[in-house]
C-alpha cells in the first residue's frame, strides 16, 4: 500500500510539470456519403426536367474541412480536447438549351455541418527523434444546413429567377483517426491525420417559410422529402485527410 499511495503522489506531483494548454488548428480534405441525396439528384437529373437540355452534373462527394482544437495537456502525449470544425460540400445540376433561346437551368445544393466535439488524443514521441505517432478520438453534435437552390436565367440578360429553401438538421458525430507528426521545436509540432469520420442527419427541415417553384415550397419546419416520398437524410460521413499545427503552451 505503502508504494503505490507514493506512486500516486509522484503522479500527482508530475503532472503540474508537464501541464499546458493546446492549440491545434487544421485544415485539409474530407469525402462525404451522401448516397441518399445522390440517389435523389440523380431522379432530378434524369427527369423531364432536363429533357432536351444539355446537361451535367456534380455529384457529393469531396468536401473540405477546417477546425480548431483547443484543450490541455495533462501528461506528454495525452490531450483532452474540444474541437469545433466546419464541413462544407457541394453538389449541381446544369441544363443549357441547345437552341434558341439558350436559356440556363442551376440547381445547386451547398451543404454543410459544423460539429462540436469534446476527445482525447495520444501522441508517442520516438526517443531522440523528432517523429511521432498517435490516435485521436472525439464525440458530438454537427448542426448541418442545406440550401435548395433553382436558378433560371436567360442568355442575352432579359430574365433571371432564383428561388432558395434553406434547411436544417443535425445528428451525432464521431471522429477517429491516427496521425503522423513532426516536431518543428518543442512547443510547434506538424501533424498529418488519416481517419473516418460518421455523421449522418436523419432529416432536415425548412428554415422557412418558402414560396417558389413547386419543388421548393415548404411550410416552416416541414421535414423535407425525397422524390420517394422518404425523408431526405445527409451523410456527412467519409474519410478524412487533414494538416494540424499543434502549439503547446
Known sequence: MRKIAVSVLCLLFSVPVFAGIVVKPFG???TVSMARVNS???GLYNSS???GLNKSRTNFRDAYLAGLDLGYSFIPGLDVCLRGEYIGAYSELKGKNPSPPPDNLVYSFPADIMPVLAGVSYTYGFSGSPFSIGAEAYAGYGFAHLALTQTEDAYD????????????????VLDSAVKFGYAISSMINLNLTAGYRQAKVSYVKSLKDTIGSSMFTFAKDEVI???????LNLDFGGLILNIALGLNF
Open 49 to 51: 426536367t432536363f429533357d
Open 28 to 30: 485539409g480534405y474530407t
Open 157 to 172: 440578360g432579359t430574365y433571371s429567377v432564383k428561388f432558395t429553401a434553406p434547411t436544417y438538421g443535425g445528428g451525432f
Open 40 to 42: 435523389a439528384l440523380d
Open 225 to 231: 422529402k425525397g422524390p420517394d416520398g422518404k425523408d
